[in-house]
């Protein structure tokens, strides 16, 4: 049978020891919108790929569709072609019977200087044709990594959108009994796998957040009995303190370029008003000046605009302002309370804590306060941060004895557990890494 690949052509090197090589792939014919109201999984056929990793790798990439919501991995049972070579062009009236959309091949093998080399063909089955083919090098560390860029690459031709499987959340291991919670700052992939601690639990941390140059956090501790708030360099370990902040209850949030954080400070008049602070110099600008409660700021993609709660109109409400303090102005006005409002990475949304009737709701709205929409209620569920594509959000659940990690899509309908060894909550979702 003729084979219908094309020529590779090395595009990219890219970090942790990893490089590409990408096909140019034929015009695809197939696509799924998921900007409809109502998604229908696209069924999709992924065999074993070949070599001694084959098997563990494409297992990743089909737990990765499949956790989208988006994808409806095919039984290996219903196959009919046995994928012997998957270099070649597979018989595509054998996936039509099974009512397969999009099917995968791929293979594995070891380089002569260690290295892994991955690679996958996506075919559209209906379309009689190969739609993209890449080729990963990667050392042994990297195994996984290889498997979420495919499961990316894979997403993002199919939808149009970028994937958010090669990513990283920080957040707050909690184990011990409920009145002496140990509490570390913990790192893992998106999945819940390569769990790293990054501090020993001896002293109290909370609410991480991701800088945008993904290799930088701010987290508060009490390590000294009060609140400080420090710059966690993720890879060296490399710590720097940002400042002791009395009062505070939350870390800061990093700025779109990294340059800057904002957070709420209680000052002296007793008052809690926003300020940025600029990492470099140290220096502070304080953006509002209420005799509310103002807090929980978080920036727009392109830093020109902040979202934050006030009780300034007798319960707190979410409200935006220029990133210079200017203009603000209530955009929710729903019953209940919203907590920290967090900007969607589109630019699009605002995601939400919503505590009313004796629950907390995981919702979203418009900038302009428009269009809210709950995805998810339960007992005690709070903190949503959002994946990088703005498709995907993740929030923490207090569940028999303590938190749980829970992702949830824009559609509500796609609710999953986060895996985790101890209870967990706080989570912060990385950008795509590089």
Do not use: C
């Amino acid at each position: 049978m003729k084979s219908i690949l094309k020529p590779l052509l090395m595009v990219a090197a890219m970090a942790m020891g990893m490089n590409a090589v990408v096909t140019l792939p034929a015009r695809a014919t197939l696509e799924l919108n998921v900007n409809k109201g109502n998604v229908e999984p696209m069924p999709i056929a992924i065999p074993d790929f070949q070599g001694g990793l084959g098997a563990q790798i494409s297992e990743i990439v089909t737990a990765d569709l499949k956790r989208s919501g988006l994808f409806a991995p095919i039984d290996k049972n219903a196959f009919i072609e046995k994928i012997a070579n998957p270099d070649a062009q597979p018989r595509f009236d054998d996936w039509k019977v099974i009512n397969a959309q999009a099917l995968v091949t791929g293979s594995v093998s070891k380089e002569a200087d260690g290295r892994i080399r991955a690679q996958y063909r996506l075919w559209d089955i209906f379309g009689n044709q190969q739609i993209a083919g890449e080729q990963f090098f990667a050392n042994d560390a990297n195994q996984r990594r290889v498997a979420h860029i495919i499961a990316d690459a894979i997403y993002e031709k199919l939808t149009g959108e970028k994937g958010y499987f090669d990513t990283r959340v920080v957040f707050i291991d909690e184990s011990g009994a409920k009145n002496a919670r140990k509490k570390r700052l913990a790192i893992m992939d998106q999945d819940g796998a390569n769990v790293r601690y990054l501090s020993d639990g001896r002293s109290i941390v909370l609410t991480p957040r991701f800088s945008p140059n993904r290799q930088e956090i701010t987290y508060m501790s009490y390590e000294s009995g009060q609140p400080r708030v420090y710059l966690l360099q993720i890879e060296t370990g490399q710590r720097e303190l940002v400042g002791n902040f009395p009062g505070m209850t939350f870390a800061p949030r990093f700025s779109p370029d990294g340059q800057k954080v904002i957070m709420s400070l209680l000052r002296d008049d007793g008052n809690s008003n926003i300020f940025a602070m600029d990492l470099r110099s140290r220096s502070t600008t304080r953006l509002t000046n209420s005799t509310a409660i103002d807090t929980s700021p978080s920036y727009s993609p392109d830093g020109s605009k902040v979202v934050f709660t006030s009780d300034r109109g007798g319960r707190a409400q979410i409200y935006v302002m220029g990133a210079d303090g200017s203009g603000q102005t209530r955009i929710s006005f729903g019953d209940g309370v919203y907590s920290p409002p967090v900007w969607a990475p589109r630019g699009d949304l605002v995601a939400f804590t919503k505590q009313t009737g004796g629950e907390f709701q995981i919702g979203v709205m418009k900038t302009d306060g428009s269009g809210e929409r709950i995805l998810s209620s339960g007992f005690q569920q709070e903190g949503p941060t959002w994946a990088p594509n703005g498709r995907v959000l993740m929030f923490f659940r207090d569940s028999a004895g303590g938190p749980k990690l829970v992702s949830v899509d824009l559609t509500g309908r796609n609710e999953q557990s986060i895996p985790t060894a101890n209870f967990a909550s706080d989570p912060a979702w990385s950008p795509l890494l590089e």
